[in-house]
């Protein structure tokens, strides 16, 4: 079946660079989207059709694709990015939608 | 404003029949760009995509919970309903509604409800 696959656990500290990545095969023919959900809340969308970001998302968070990978850059982090991130897709045909296992970003 | 909010129980036994509602504001089912998906999450595990309902009343389940799964809606009353069968601990779970936007993203939230199945 098809999965999506991302690294569990990421840690940076404050003001460098966090890169997560989300693998699949599908991902070159459907769009990934990441979505960020902090402890007892519900998840909010960052990162849309790979790339564009939702309005009230700050500029530091930014999407790219290459291939079967897509990864959310979030660029000078801060201590409130803290949260797990997971990304999400769809099958080829479009008709399942599915999420990455999460990944717990850590801010030293 | 768009809105989602779940209602259910909180406990339900080992083999019962769970029932959620999902009743939405700001945007109308018969939309045909939209959709209103389940998602769940057990505690401390990952979110997983359960099923969504589009405005022409088609449906799309996981593969892996399509024998226990019913989705269905209710326009006039812009409330979605899924059902899951034979309830087992492991479907302990903060489960979850949200809008769909067809062929995309998860776009609007509600805030999830907890369900908790122990005898």
């Known amino acids: 079946s098809y999965e999506l696959t991302q690294p569990p656990s990421v840690s940076v500290s404050p003001g460098q660079t966090a890169r997560i990545t989300c693998s699949g095969d599908?991902?070159?023919?459907?769009?990934a989207y990441w979505y960020q959900q902090k402890p007892g809340q519900a998840p909010v969308l960052v990162i849309y059709?790979?790339?564009e970001r939702p309005s009230g998302i700050p500029e530091r968070f930014s999407g790219s694709s290459s291939g079967t990978t897509v990864t959310l850059t979030i660029s000078g982090v801060q201590a409130e990015d803290e949260a797990d991130y997971y990304c999400q897709s769809a099958d080829s045909s479009g008709t399942y939608a599915l999420f990455g296992g999460g990944t717990k970003l850590t801010v030293l | 404003q768009v809105t989602l909010k779940e209602s259910g129980p909180v406990l339900v036994k080992p083999t019962e029949t769970l029932t959620l509602t999902c009743t939405v504001s700001?945007?109308?089912?018969?939309?045909?760009?939209?959709?209103v998906s389940w998602i769940r999450q057990p505690p401390g595990k990952a979110l997983e995509w359960l099923a969504h309902i589009f405005s022409n009343d088609e449906k799309s389940y996981s593969t892996s919970l399509k024998s226990r799964l019913t989705i269905s809606k209710d326009t006039s009353k812009s409330q979605v309903v899924l059902t899951m069968t034979n309830m087992d601990p492991v479907d302990t779970a903060t489960y979850y509604c949200?809008?769909?936007?067809?062929?995309?993203?998860?776009?609007?939230w509600g805030q999830g409800t907890l369900v908790t199945v122990s005898s």
């Open positions: 599908a991902l070159p023919k459907q769009y």
């Open positions: 059709k790979d790339s």
């Open positions: 700001g945007f109308s089912l018969s939309n045909a760009r939209m959709g």
């Open positions: 949200a809008r769909y936007i067809v062929a995309t993203q998860f776009d609007y």
